[in-house]
Nanobody, 127 residues
């Protein structure tokens, strides 16, 4: 069993910044791929960013490239999502997730591939 807990959401004006944190426990943190996803009511959950076990490889959705940065601190078992230049369309519940599957040369961006999820944290960007 892996426990996942996000923090750091809130209300921010357009153009502002927020940093989300996600702590995971129950497995050796450096052995798991971590992803950030988001969802708005009536829409499917979508990938925001994914980071490899070592942190060397990252993936970003086109909608956030150049504005969001995913990083991890394996010593603290924590992954971060730094969000800059926020837009109203970034408003969503943001979820942190854990992928336990060994994928030698890639990371998954498919929500159903992720095994454990946090409860989500609301990010609201006002215009």
């Amino acid at each position: 069993q892996v426990q996942v807990e996000e923090s750091g959401g809130g209300l921010v004006q357009a153009g502002g910044s927020l940093r989300l944190s996600c702590a995971a426990s129950g497995r050796t943190f450096s052995s798991i791929v971590m992803g950030w996803f988001r969802q708005v009511p009536g829409k499917e959950r979508e990938v925001v960013a994914v980071i490899s076990r070592s942190g060397v490889k990252t993936y970003y959705a086109d909608s956030v490239k150049g504005r969001f940065t995913i990083s991890r601190d394996n010593a603290k078992s924590t992954v971060y999502l730094q969000m800059y230049s926020l837009k109203p369309e970034d408003t969503a519940v943001y979820y942190c997730a854990v992928d336990l599957t060994w994928r030698p040369s890639t990371t998954s961006t498919t929500p159903s591939d992720y095994d454990y999820w946090g409860q989500g944290t609301q990010v609201t960007v006002s215009s």
